[in-house]
């Protein structure tokens, strides 16, 4: 059924304006005796006027029709156009109903056009089930020839809602259409549901600009939901852009803060290097200590995860490396010690006899043997391997490696 047919006297005809848009009444072609002379103008086969028991005027084809996109029309799928041209027209747009494409690629069912012509915007009623592929495709059509497209619909949640300029639509005989899923505020760091309106405030505030599509980043609250086309007023477009600036700012001084502490702990144990040995070391032993501090960090997990099992207890893994624990991490269950991770071995002589009651964590069988070397012989030392562990000292030593043979 279509709301547009051709007669071959007048041309174009309405159904749904009073004079047929030409100054003829729709007696004239209602129920006329012979049948007013009109055709479809999507596939050009006759067509007839009707008038459903709602009082409804539309065009119908006659039996035998072609496949044509009119004929599959639903009487419901046209009040929703008709009540969406209505709405258009309230908020002070020119509509008409319809209207194909310049170049035949797409056809709108209501054409909202601006009182001077500024912008054209199709207003869809999309009753059938379509796929979000296919709705974005139809959008990109008309967007190609300069028209934006707003997809209405009254079913509760198909896939397409909110990943096109889209709004959930339900009809009241007392309110007429109301969007009731479609606008959005920004509160709190989040998108959260805006106020149901009548479609043709919805349609005036997209109009004059005061509500735009927006692509969203920040998060949603419920009830709204996951879209990413919400409509909203152009100060929340701003609020989400602060809000998330703001938070990439935090990152990044947390960041900075987390790269600076780890930067003066190396130069710590660079000065204390200094102070023992009395000279400057060299690339190398700097990478060497990097690489040390990598394994402890890279173990903490493995650590942890083993003396759960183990003991049955959380225990607590220090992050900075100590001298009386021969610069490994202390690990603690309660207050008491319970071992310590990657020692440095030539820092083990010192501190031997504390060690021998603890568990030493080291990440692989050659450090084992470094450490083994240095200890008491009954020294308990338990390998624990992660494989980010042995990736990163593998790579620091193999730049190690490196150096060492460019150097010799
Ligand atoms: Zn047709």
């Given at each position: 059924?279509?709301?547009?047919?051709?007669?071959?006297?007048?041309?174009?005809?309405?159904?749904?304006?009073?004079?047929?848009?030409?100054?003829?009444?729709?007696?004239?072609?209602?129920?006329?005796?012979?049948?007013?002379?009109?055709?479809?103008?999507?596939?050009?086969?006759?067509?007839?006027?009707?008038?459903?028991?709602?009082?409804?005027?539309?065009?119908?084809?006659?039996?035998?029709?072609?496949?044509?996109?009119?004929?599959?029309?639903?009487?419901?799928?046209?009040?929703?156009?008709?009540?969406?041209?209505?709405?258009?027209?309230?908020?002070?747009?020119?509509?008409?109903?319809?209207?194909?494409?310049?170049?035949?690629?797409?056809?709108?069912?209501?054409?909202?056009?601006?009182?001077?012509?500024?912008?054209?915007?199709?207003?869809?009623?999309?009753?059938?089930?379509?796929?979000?592929?296919?709705?974005?495709?139809?959008?990109?059509?008309?967007?190609?020839?300069?028209?934006?497209?707003?997809?209405?619909?009254?079913?509760?949640?198909?896939?397409?809602?909110?990943?096109?300029?889209?709004?959930?639509?339900?009809?009241?005989?007392?309110?007429?259409?109301?969007?009731?899923?479609?606008?959005?505020?920004?509160?709190?760091?989040?998108?959260?549901?805006?106020?149901?309106?009548?479609?043709?405030?919805?349609?005036?505030?997209?109009?004059?600009?005061?509500?735009?599509?927006?692509?969203?980043?920040?998060?949603?609250?419920?009830?709204?939901?996951?879209?990413?086309?919400?409509?909203?007023?152009?100060?929340?477009?701003?609020?989400?852009?602060?809000?998330?600036?703001?938070?990439?700012?935090?990152?990044?001084?947390?960041?900075?803060?987390?790269?600076?502490?780890?930067?003066?702990?190396?130069?710590?144990?660079?000065?204390?290097?200094?102070?023992?040995?009395?000279?400057?070391?060299?690339?190398?032993?700097?990478?060497?200590?990097?690489?040390?501090?990598?394994?402890q960090?890279?173990?903490e997990?493995?650590?942890?995860?083993?003396?759960?099992?183990?003991?049955?207890?959380?225990?607590?893994i220090d992050e900075d490396p100590a001298?009386?624990f021969?610069?490994g991490l202390p690990v603690?269950?309660?207050?008491?010690?319970?071992?310590v991770v990657c020692?440095?071995?030539?820092?083990?002589?010192?501190?031997?006899?504390?060690?021998?009651?603890?568990?030493?964590?080291?990440?692989?069988?050659?450090?084992?043997?470094?450490?083994?070397?240095?200890?008491?012989?009954?020294?308990?030392?338990?390998?624990?391997?992660?494989?980010?562990?042995?990736?990163?000292?593998?790579?620091?030593?193999?730049?190690?490696?490196?150096?060492?043979?460019?150097?010799?």
């Open positions: 059924m279509a709301f547009r047919a051709l007669h071959a006297q007048w041309g174009t005809v309405f159904a749904h304006l009073a004079d047929l848009g030409c100054g003829h009444d729709w007696a004239t072609i209602w129920r006329a005796r012979p049948p007013a002379p009109l055709s479809c103008v999507e596939c050009g086969h006759t067509m007839y006027a009707k008038t459903s028991h709602h009082g409804l005027h539309f065009f119908a084809h006659a039996p035998g029709a072609p496949h044509c996109a009119l004929a599959e029309e639903t009487v419901h799928h046209h009040l929703l156009k008709l009540e969406l041209a209505t709405a258009a027209r309230a908020a002070g747009a020119h509509a008409e109903l319809e209207v194909r494409g310049p170049a035949g690629t797409w056809r709108a069912d209501v054409l909202a056009t601006h009182p001077t012509g500024d912008w054209q915007i199709a207003l869809e009623a999309q009753i059938s089930p379509i796929t979000r592929q296919d709705i974005i495709t139809r959008t990109q059509l008309m967007n190609s020839d300069s028209v934006s497209a707003i997809w209405f619909t009254d079913r509760k949640r198909p896939p397409w809602l909110g990943h096109v300029p889209s709004a959930r639509v339900s009809l009241h005989d007392e309110h007429g259409l109301l969007v009731t899923d479609a606008l959005a505020k920004f509160t709190k760091g989040s998108w959260q549901s805006g106020p149901q309106t009548p479609a043709a405030t919805f349609l005036k505030w997209i109009f004059t600009g005061q509500v735009v599509p927006h692509h969203r980043r920040a998060p949603v609250t419920a009830p709204l939901r996951e879209w990413h086309t919400v409509w909203t007023a152009p100060r929340y477009v701003q609020d989400e852009a602060a809000h998330l600036a703001e938070a990439q700012r935090q990152l990044h001084e947390r960041r900075e803060a987390e790269q600076q502490r780890r930067d003066e702990r190396l130069r710590a144990a660079q000065e204390h290097d200094r102070r023992r040995f009395g000279t400057d070391r060299s690339d190398d032993h700097q990478a060497a200590i990097d690489a040390l501090m990598r394994r960090a890279a173990l997990k493995p650590v942890y995860d083993f003396i759960r099992r183990a003991t049955g207890s959380a225990p607590y001298p009386e021969a610069t603690y269950i309660g207050q008491r010690p319970y071992g020692p440095v071995a030539s820092r083990i002589p010192a501190a031997r006899t504390d060690l021998a009651s603890l568990v030493i964590f080291v990440a692989s069988r050659r450090e084992r043997d470094r450490i083994a070397a240095q200890t008491r012989p009954d020294q308990r030392i338990v390998v624990l391997s992660a494989t980010r562990v042995r990736l990163q000292t593998d790579l620091a030593q193999s730049r190690n490696d490196a150096r060492v043979t460019a150097a010799s």
